[in-house]
């Protein structure tokens, strides 16, 4: 019986023997994990070397408050990893809840990393979106007070007159006449501040200056059509003031003379157009009776001048006219020039 139990003892002290023994690929990884963490304390000795006051130290190295942001969050990166190592080589879930042994922080440090990388992420985003706008922006006051200082002050006649030229292109175009727009900045304002009265008096009183001034423009353009008729009246009266003077200077034995020589010439043609006239001869004679009958109105009729004997010297002056063409055609002209005055 001994020597069994003895035997049994031996048999289960070398089983708990065999049981301790890792398997190979364990062993691999175990040893992998070993020279990593070699490598890794020899990378934070020579970090710590090189700043000797720790991240607050690195941190104001970087003048830009984005480049240290992202320094600081990379930082809190690298050493939450490296409390998860820590934990986990000790054989621990840093996730576990702290009654069942974990770490009660680690799931928090690592929710609040989170919500700091999506900041600084926008941050980055809204920097490098800033960077590819145009640099220059328009100031907006500035352009308007620009523009209110170069447009000139226009005086009541220049409005009335712009006025009237867009209506006119309205016009040549088909479109609709607009009305002017009554609600003016002082009314709209006042009708904002609930002052209904006050906002159409304000309209009232500048319906009341636009038509003031559309009768100012009125009466300038009657006043001007009123100068121009005045002048054409005063440059006729003018005109028919040379016309008497010129029939003063000739006189009466000018106007007898040119209507002798007129009826002349039509009693020469009419003689001429006889039996035995010519074309031509007939031609000229009508041309001669309706210059004569032309003339005759315009010229008063000269008495005739009684002869020795009682006989009148009708025949001299027939055969005169009718062999005086050029006297005829002078005062032919004479009457035309006058008729012109």
């Given at each position: 019986m001994a020597a069994a139990v003895a035997g049994a003892s031996t048999a289960g002290a070398g089983a708990a023997a065999a049981a301790l023994e890792l398997p190979e690929d364990v062993q691999v990884q175990l040893s992998t994990f070993r020279?990593?963490?070699?490598d890794l304390k020899a990378a934070l000795g020579a970090a710590a070397g090189a700043v000797p006051g720790g991240g607050a130290e690195l941190a104001g190295t970087v003048a830009d408050p984005l480049e240290r942001s992202r320094l600081c969050l990379a930082l809190a990166k690298a050493v939450n990893s490296l409390h998860h190592v820590y934990i986990r080589a000790h054989g621990r879930d840093p996730f576990a809840p702290a009654t069942a042994g974990g770490v009660s922080v680690g799931r928090q440090e690592l929710d609040r990393i989170r919500q700091y990388d999506k900041k600084v992420s926008r941050a980055i985003a809204e920097a490098e979106l800033r960077g590819s706008r145009p640099a220059l922006e328009l100031d907006v006051a500035a352009a308007s007070r620009f523009i209110d200082a170069a447009i000139p002050e226009l005086s009541t006649a220049q409005r009335a007159a712009l006025k009237r030229a867009g209506q006119v292109a309205n016009e040549r175009r088909g479109l609709p006449e607009r009305k002017p727009k009554k609600a003016r900045a002082a009314g709209a304002a006042a009708g904002a501040a609930g002052d209904d009265k006050q906002g159409k008096r304000v309209e009232e009183e500048q319906e009341e200056q636009e038509e003031a001034e559309e009768e100012q423009v009125q009466n300038d353009e009657q006043q001007q059509q009123q100068q121009q008729r005045q002048g054409a009246a005063a440059a006729d009266a003018?005109?028919?003031?040379?016309?008497a003077e010129a029939e003063e200077e000739v006189g009466p034995s000018g106007l007898a003379a040119a209507?002798?020589?007129?009826?002349?010439?039509?009693?020469?043609?009419?003689?001429a157009g006889g039996p035995g006239a010519t074309p031509g001869a007939v031609r000229r004679s009508t041309r001669a009776r309706s210059g004569g009958a032309a003339a005759a109105p315009a010229a008063p009729a000269a008495a005739p001048t009684p002869s020795k004997g009682g006989k009148g010297k009708g025949g001299k002056g027939k055969g005169a006219g009718s062999g005086d063409g050029g006297a005829a055609a002078a005062a032919e002209q004479f009457l035309a020039d006058f008729a012109a005055k």
């Open positions: 020279q990593l963490l070699g003018e005109g028919s003031e040379g016309g209507a002798a020589a007129a009826a002349g010439g039509s009693q020469g043609a009419e003689a």
